[in-house]
C-alpha cells in the first residue's frame, strides 16, 4: 500500500484517524481485513500513554465519530485520513458505494475538493493492482483491475 509522508501525529489525531478509520468499516459490519488494518494501525501509532490496541479498538466511544471534529485539520492530516479510511474500505477486497459516500463525506468535512479525493482515490487503486502483482497469472491481476475499474 502507498507509504504515508512521515507525520508526528498526535495522540489526538491517532485517536481521530483510527475512530474515522472504524467508522468507515462499520458502513458495511467491520471485516477481519478492515479491523486487522486498523488494529496494525493503531498499533504502530500510539504512544505508551494511550490506551493498548485491544482496550481501544473495544471501547463503544471510539466507534463513534462526527466528521465535524476534523474541521480545520491540517491539509498533510487531512490527506493521511483520506488515504487511510480509502485503505480501510478496499481492506476487504471492495469498495462498496456507502464506503465510498462516507469517506467523499469524511474528505469534504476536511476540505478537500473532489478533484483532491478522486487523486487519492486512483492512488489507493494504483497501489493495490501494484500489491496485486504478485499474483501468479496475469489473469489474475487482470480480473482483478477489471472489477477496479467497474467499482467507477
Known sequence: MHT???QNLSPA???????????VAAVDGIQTAEAALIGQFYESSRSADMPATATFLADPQAQQFDAAALAGSPAEFADTVVLMCLMTAYADGHLSPAEREHVQTLATALGLDAARFEAHLAQVRDDLVGALSHLPDAGSVAAVVSELSAAD
Open 4 to 6: 504515508m509522508p512521515d
Open 13 to 23: 489525531q491517532v485517536a481521530q484517524l483510527t475512530r474515522a478509520m472504524l467508522s
